[in-house]
C-alpha cells in the first residue's frame, strides 16, 4: 500500500500519522508495514532536544495502526459507520534499541485472535534487521458517541 492508501485507511492525520506504506499483508494473520523516522517530526522538539530519540509511546502508536489497517483488510472485522477497534491493553511490550531519526522502522503485526469484538496481536519493529521493541497488544471494538446527540 502507498502512504495515499495508507492514509486512507487510518482515521489518524498529521502530526498522528505513523505508517507511512505496507510492504505485505495477508487479511486476517499479519501485516508488514514501513515508518520512516525523520528529524523534523514533532516529538523530537522535546524528545530530546540534544539527542532525538522516537518515544516508546509512539513506536506503540505506529504498530497500533499497522494493526489498524490489518483489521480494517480483514474479513470478518469490518466496523459498520461509527465503529472502530480501539486499543485496550499493552501487554509485554519491550524497547530494547533507541530508534532515531533516520532510521526506517520495520513494523510486523500478527494476529493471535480474533474474538468477537476482540483481538489480541504480536507485535515487532526492527531497524536494520535489528529487533528494537516488540509485545502484545489488544483491542476492542467501539462506537463513536457523539457528545451533541446525547
Do not use: C, W, Y
Amino acid at each position: 500500500m502507498t502512504f495515499e492508501e495508507v492514509r486512507s485507511a487510518l482515521k489518524q492525520r498529521f502530526p498522528m500519522l505513523m505508517v507511512d506504506s505496507v510492504t505485505e499483508l495477508e487479511p486476517g494473520k499479519r501485516i508488514h508495514a514501513i515508518k520512516n523516522v525523520t528529524g523534523n517530526e514533532i516529538q523530537f522538539l522535546g524528545h530530546f532536544p540534544e539527542h532525538a530519540v522516537m518515544p516508546g509511546t509512539l513506536i506503540v502508536e505506529a504498530v497500533g495502526q499497522a494493526a489498524s489497517i490489518l483489521f480494517a483488510k480483514s474479513m470478518g472485522t469490518g466496523t459498520r459507520p461509527g465503529e472502530f477497534l480501539v486499543l485496550g491493553s499493552i501487554n509485554e511490550m519491550r524497547f530494547l534499541k533507541p530508534v532515531v531519526p533516520g532510521d526506517r522502522m520495520e513494523m510486523e503485526v500478527k494476529v493471535l485472535k480474533f474474538i468477537d469484538d476482540f483481538a489480541v496481536v504480536e507485535v515487532a519493529a526492527t531497524v536494520n534487521g535489528s529487533e528494537v521493541a516488540k509485545g502484545k497488544l489488544g483491542f476492542a471494538r467501539s462506537s463513536f458517541q457523539n457528545p451533541q446527540n446525547m
